[in-house]
Nanobody
């Protein structure tokens, strides 16, 4: 199993970014996918979930209405569209999957929201 995040960067408050997570090594379309984030000095926290096969979604209260998780099963990729970004969204963002009882994480992508 391999997860590779991309799309992070520096953005001003109120701006937008789209993160991507390319997955391989498992039947992607059959698994729920999640995004987490970890800010400096804080614990890693749940951000968003997209389930399969319904593509139902769930979000942390802190990002609800601003972030959108989606997936493209033809590309084995999960996305996180982040709008109206705030300084408190600054963190390393990770995608995550549970496969055969084991959690897998990517290397993370840094998102910095600052003027």
């Amino acid at each position: 199993v391999q997860l590779v995040e991309s799309g992070g960067g520096l953005v001003q408050p109120g701006g937008s970014l789209r993160l991507s997570c390319a997955a391989s090594g498992f039947p992607f379309s059959r698994y729920d996918m999640k995004w987490y984030r970890q800010a400096p000095g804080k614990e890693r926290e749940f951000v968003a979930l997209i389930s399969t096969p319904s593509d139902s979604t769930n979000y942390a209260d802190s990002v609800k209405g601003r972030f959108t998780i989606s997936r493209d099963n033809t590309k084995n990729t999960v996305y996180l569209q982040m709008n109206s970004l705030k300084p408190e969204d600054t963190a390393v963002y990770y995608c995550n999957v549970l496969v055969v009882g084991r959690w897998y994480w990517g290397q993370g992508t840094q998102v910095t929201v600052s003027s």
